[in-house]
Every structure is written in structure tokens, then in C-alpha cells.
């Protein structure tokens, strides 16, 4: 009887509880870092912005008091993709990094330059040795990025305009005289697009995902030239076909004023009613494209942030062929690749990352607006909403009847991050990268992520926090590195794999059978839709957990050891 209490007991401790698709793995956190606000590139410096403000205040976060600035501040990222040589290889620990439009909306950031940053992103580690908070002379907490260059997006080519006729922000309106090197180079600001999704085909060709339309436009990421028109993002019907002559457009889209009125700055944003009695289809104006992703295949999957319709059962992912990056030449969208589906809480998509060597997983955070965003009543609990930020591995190809991808598993939490090698130093084992705007990850190995920030300046303290420490790395664009014990982005682990494992299994799990990538040329119809959901993925399988599989967080085993021996001891 003593024994099967004692199992009882166990198999509490023990039993496995999920999510929608929760199958946290193994991690710990590798180190901080940050990009200092203070470090202003020298395409910044003399250039007054922030003009726009006018005192406005968004829900509990305050405008700064400080504007307008003399120099352009830095912001934060959107995105994070490798860097590349004049070779084609990607460049150990150096990256791009792609700014949103500026202050977070049309209304205000006409006077922010869009830019990209080539970062080297290192972070020292000795697993204890001597360092990551151990010992005596523990390595700096926060590590600074090291910034290596900072370009404009810009026109020269003209390629730019809206059906209207509309021109570009720099033509109609600029600050003051310190920007006329800005108009001369036809430097593209916030009010124009709103770059947020990123994916690097090399050292020169670039595509950007931009939210304010939403539209695709190719450049080269080096020189910050823009190599392409925008391209509008189609309409779809309800088996996932493109619906000819419908796009979809938002009430920031310059197409809907006057120009006239843009003319007299008088345009910044437009109300609904104007979209829909255009022939467009409205969207979100934050909704657009939030997560690119370049393939092994050379595809792009282009992820919106939010549900076009209301009854959609995801934001749609849209398959993107870059084009020969050639000036004049355009991206274009080629089909449409599904939905996908958040878990409970989450409403958004924040960035999107593809898995090394394949061509049908990526790596997705979504996120709530906690904290800040719809949160009008401050940071007090019990609140409207608790943070979700969750890093989930998707399967682009295992589709159910209505489009909707099913082979997902959510891997890591960005509010309980695993720290056993106390890299902060605070003496505690858990880290939590609570912030809203985590708009930032890369798959940079087999085994590890780097992860980091939009800091939506200048309503950086998200939290609203009165005294907090290293309040200024918190408020820089940060980063945060984070490694797993076993290497689950190898294409060879099957993460997705339903093969059931056990604890004691020395084997491998079997390898799933390939599929073919999604048809390029047509969009899926419901019955190919059907079809998908019977394929197990090129990379990963299907989306059924290892139910035979026990995961125990390491930062709980001696918790759990703990607490079952003093029920032994009392029992016996």
C-alpha cells in the first residue's frame, strides 16, 4: 500500500500536461546583450526628428518630452537574418538587422529614415568556468553589439509611387533644412512603409515585408538601394486562391489620399469607411507582413501579424519567390501556403525564422499585447491579459482541410527561460525577456537562437517600472542568446516526428519519408489542402506529441527529488 502511494505520488510529479501544442525542450540561457540607444550611427547624427508627437499618449505609455531630437534615435529591430560575403557564405556572428517604420504608426513617423544595421552579435561563455556569473570576474552581464554599419533605405531609381500618383514623404515634407541630403537621396521614411519582415538572399538582394499596405519590395541590404516597385499583397478566396485585381490595403496606405492633401502633410492616415469603398480589401494597419523566412528552396514564407478576416483561423502565410534581383525587377507572390494557427492567448505573429537545410520548417514567436498594448488599465494584477511569447516550430507543408498547418510544437517560453548558469548574476536560475515588441529570432546553428528586441521608442518601458536594474540595457534594442541540450534544429532530429520515444530508448527516432515542397505556381485548393494533411513533412513529421516522452525542466529536478523524499521518509 506504502509503495503504491509512493508511485501515486510519482506519477503526479512525473505526468505530462500540455498546451494547444506545448513541448517545452531542454534550454539555458547563453548571455544578454545590448545596442546601446546612446550609440548614434553617423547617418543619424544632425537630423532632427520626432516632430510628430505633439504630446500624444499612447494608453499608459508617455511621449517623450525630449522630442523633437537633434540626431535620429535608434529604435530597435523588427528582424535579424544572417549576413553574407561577396561569396554567398553566411558570416560567423554578423547580421542584418531591420528597423519597423520609426514610432510605431504613420501619424508620427514622417520624419523617421527607414534603415538597416550590419551587426557582429558575439557573446563570451565557459559554461561556469570562470565566468557567465561564476567565480570572481564574471564576464559583463550585458554585452554591447558591435555596430558595423548603418545605411538608408532609399530611391535613387524612383521606383516607388503609388497608383494615385502618390510621391514618397521626402518630397512633400521634411523637418527642417538638416535633411536635405535625406530628400536628395530619396531616403524612405515612416510614413511611407513599415518595414517589418526581412529576407536576406545575399549580400546585395534583399526582399522586405512592409505592414502599411502591405506590399513586398526588393533591395540591396548593403547599400540600403532600393531595387524594385512595391509589389500588393492578393486577395484570396476560400480555398486559398488568388482573387484577381483584389489586394489588400490599410488605412495608412497613401493610395487612399489626396494629393492634394499629401502635398500639405495633411494625409498621414485615412478612416476605414475610405477602404471599403475602395476596391480593396482592409486590413490592419499593424496586421501586415511581420515574419519572412527564406527556404532552402530559395521560396520565401511571408507571414502576416494578424487575421485578414475575422473568421480565418490564423494569419496567412504566403509563399514569395525573390525575382533575379536585378533594378526594376520585382518579387513576386507565387501561392498561397496556409494558416497558421496561434495557441491560446497569443493574437500575433513577431517574427518568423527558417530551420537550416529545409525548406518546409521555420521557427515562429507569437505574442499578446501584454504588456502595453491594450492594457489601458496600467500593469496591475489581476490584469486584462498575462504575456505570451512563445517560440513554436511549424511545418508549412502539413496542412488539415482548411488550410490550416497542423505540424507545430512550441519549444521555448520566453518568460520562463532557463538560467543555470546564473548569466545575469542575480542569483536566480530563471530569466523572463518580458517585452512586447520580442520582434527579432534567428536559428543560428543546430542548437542555438539568438532573440531580441523592438524596443518601440521612445515608449520603452514597457512595464512601467519607476527603478529597475540595468534599466538602460532593458530599454536598448537587446538580445538575448539561448542554446538547447540536444540539437533540435539539426534537419536530421525530426522534432515533428511522431515516432514514439521513450526515456531509455538509446535509438534514434525512425526518419520520416520526404514529401514534395509546395507547388510553386498554383495556390492550394481545398482538395490539395486535404491531401497535404495526409503527407509527413520533408523535415519532421506530424504534428502528434511523443506522448511516451517525460520532460522535467532541469531548473525543477531537485524540486521534485526533494519533495518525493520526504514523502518516502514520512510513508516510512
Known amino acids: 500500500m506504502k509503495l503504491s502511494f509512493v508511485a501515486y505520488i510519482f506519477s503526479c510529479v512525473f505526468s505530462r500536461s500540455h498546451a494547444q501544442n506545448t513541448d517545452y525542450q531542454p534550454h539555458y540561457l547563453v548571455g544578454l546583450l545590448n545596442d546601446p540607444q546612446s550609440r548614434v550611427p553617423d547617418v543619424f547624427k544632425n537630423h532632427t526628428s520626432g516632430t510628430y508627437f505633439d504630446g500624444e499618449r499612447n494608453e499608459n505609455w508617455l511621449a517623450d518630452i525630449n522630442a523633437p531630437y537633434k540626431d535620429v534615435p535608434k529604435v530597435g529591430y523588427s528582424d535579424i537574418e544572417f549576413y553574407?560575403?561577396?561569396?554567398?557564405?553566411?558570416?560567423l556572428g554578423e547580421f542584418?538587422?531591420?528597423?519597423?517604420?520609426?514610432?510605431?504608426?504613420?501619424?508620427?513617423?514622417?520624419?523617421?529614415?527607414?534603415?538597416?544595421?550590419?551587426?557582429?552579435?558575439?557573446?563570451?561563455?565557459?559554461?561556469?568556468?570562470?565566468?557567465?556569473?561564476?567565480?570572481?570576474?564574471?564576464?559583463?552581464?550585458?554585452?554591447?553589439?558591435?555596430?558595423?554599419?548603418?545605411?538608408?533605405?532609399?530611391?535613387?531609381?524612383?521606383?516607388?509611387?503609388?497608383?494615385?500618383?502618390?510621391?514618397?514623404?521626402?518630397?512633400?515634407?521634411?523637418?527642417?533644412?538638416?535633411?536635405?541630403?535625406?530628400?536628395?537621396?530619396?531616403?524612405?521614411?515612416?510614413?511611407?512603409?513599415d518595414p517589418e519582415g526581412l529576407a536576406v538572399i545575399n549580400q546585395t538582394c534583399a526582399i522586405i515585408g512592409d505592414e502599411l499596405m502591405p506590399s513586398i519590395i526588393m533591395l540591396n541590404p548593403t547599400t540600403g538601394e532600393v531595387l524594385s516597385p512595391f509589389v500588393r499583397?492578393?486577395?484570396?478566396?476560400?480555398?486559398?486562391?488568388?482573387?484577381?485585381?483584389?489586394?489588400?490595403?490599410?488605412?495608412?496606405?497613401?493610395?487612399?489620399?489626396?494629393?492634394?492633401?499629401?502635398?500639405?502633410?495633411?494625409?498621414k492616415v485615412t478612416n476605414t469607411s475610405v477602404v471599403e469603398e475602395s476596391d480593396y480589401v482592409e486590413h490592419?494597419?499593424?496586421?501586415?507582413?511581420?515574419?519572412?523566412?527564406?527556404?532552402?528552396?530559395?521560396?520565401?514564407?511571408?507571414?502576416?501579424?494578424?487575421?485578414?478576416r475575422a473568421n480565418e483561423p490564423g494569419p496567412r502565410v504566403y509563399n514569395v519567390k525573390p525575382g533575379n534581383c536585378q533594378i526594376g525587377d520585382e518579387p513576386s507572390f507565387e501561392s498561397f501556403r496556409g494558416y497558421y494557427p496561434f495557441e491560446f492567448g497569443a493574437t500575433n505573429i513577431a517574427d518568423v525564422s527558417s530551420i537550416p537545410g529545409s525548406s518546409n520548417l521555420v521557427l515562429v514567436i507569437e505574442r499578446n499585447g501584454y504588456p502595453g498594448l491594450g492594457f489601458p488599465t496600467g500593469h496591475m494584477f489581476p490584469s486584462p491579459v498575462m504575456p505570451a511569447n512563445k517560440l513554436c516550430l511549424v511545418d508549412l507543408t502539413n496542412l488539415d482541410e482548411n488550410m490550416v498547418?497542423?505540424?507545430?510544437?512550441?519549444?521555448?517560453?520566453?518568460?520562463?527561460?532557463?538560467?543555470?548558469?546564473?548569466?545575469?548574476?542575480?542569483?536566480?536560475?530563471?530569466?523572463?525577456?518580458?517585452?512586447?515588441?520580442?520582434?527579432?529570432?534567428?536559428?543560428?546553428?543546430?542548437?542555438?537562437?539568438?532573440?531580441?528586441?523592438?524596443?518601440?521608442?521612445?515608449?520603452?518601458?514597457?512595464?512601467?517600472?519607476?527603478?529597475?536594474?540595468?534599466a538602460q540595457e532593458v530599454n536598448d534594442a537587446r538580445f538575448m542568446v539561448v542554446c538547447f541540450e540536444e540539437p533540435i534544429f539539426n534537419i536530421d532530429f525530426k522534432l515533428l516526428d511522431d515516432t514514439p520515444m521513450v526515456l531509455t530508448a538509446s535509438k534514434a527516432p525512425t526518419a520520416?519519408?520526404?514529401?514534395?515542397?509546395?507547388?510553386?505556381?498554383?495556390?492550394?485548393?481545398?482538395?490539395?489542402?486535404?491531401?497535404?494533411?495526409?503527407?509527413?513533412?520533408?523535415?519532421?513529421?506530424?504534428?502528434?506529441?511523443?506522448?511516451?516522452?517525460?520532460?522535467?525542466?532541469?531548473?525543477?529536478?531537485p524540486t521534485i527529488m526533494t519533495t518525493a523524499a520526504k514523502f518516502v521518509t514520512i510513508i516510512f
Not at 513 to 527: C, F, H, L, V, W
Request: proline share 4%; net charge negative.
Open 233 to 267: 499583397t492578393p486577395d484570396i478566396d476560400e480555398n486559398g486562391n488568388f482573387i484577381d485585381g483584389k489586394f489588400l490595403s490599410t488605412i495608412s496606405d497613401k493610395t487612399h489620399c489626396k494629393l492634394a492633401d499629401l502635398e500639405k502633410d495633411d494625409c
Open 284 to 308: 490592419h494597419k499593424s496586421g501586415g507582413f511581420e515574419g519572412f523566412a527564406k527556404l532552402e528552396d530559395g521560396s520565401i514564407a511571408a507571414f502576416l501579424e494578424l487575421k485578414v
Open 405 to 470: 498547418m497542423r505540424g507545430k510544437k512550441c519549444i521555448l517560453n520566453y518568460h520562463i527561460i532557463s538560467d543555470p548558469w546564473d548569466v545575469d548574476h542575480n542569483n536566480i536560475s530563471r530569466y523572463a525577456q518580458t517585452q512586447v515588441t520580442n520582434e527579432q529570432v534567428i536559428v543560428v546553428d543546430d542548437y542555438c537562437i539568438i532573440a531580441g528586441t523592438d524596443t518601440n521608442y521612445p515608449w520603452t518601458n514597457q512595464l512601467d517600472l519607476k527603478t529597475i536594474p540595468f
Open 84 to 91: 553574407y560575403d561577396e561569396s554567398g557564405e553566411k558570416v
Open 512 to 557: 520520416s519519408t520526404g514529401s514534395k515542397a509546395p507547388t510553386a505556381s498554383k495556390a492550394p485548393t481545398a482538395s490539395k489542402a486535404s491531401k497535404a494533411a495526409t503527407t509527413v513533412g520533408a523535415v519532421g513529421g506530424l504534428n502528434t506529441r511523443n506522448e511516451s516522452v517525460i520532460y522535467i525542466p532541469i531548473m525543477i529536478l
Open 96 to 193: 542584418f538587422c531591420l528597423t519597423d517604420n520609426g514610432y510605431g504608426g504613420s501619424h508620427n513617423s514622417a520624419d523617421y529614415p527607414l534603415n538597416l544595421a550590419h551587426v557582429r552579435i558575439q557573446k563570451p561563455f565557459a559554461y561556469g568556468h570562470g565566468g557567465a556569473g561564476l567565480g570572481d570576474a564574471p564576464f559583463e552581464i550585458y554585452t554591447e553589439v558591435d555596430a558595423l554599419d548603418t545605411v538608408l533605405i532609399h530611391d535613387p531609381h524612383n521606383l516607388i509611387k503609388w497608383e494615385n500618383g502618390a510621391d514618397i514623404q521626402v518630397v512633400y515634407k521634411v523637418p527642417d533644412s538638416t535633411w536635405d541630403d535625406y530628400v536628395k537621396d530619396r531616403v524612405l521614411t515612416g510614413r511611407d512603409l
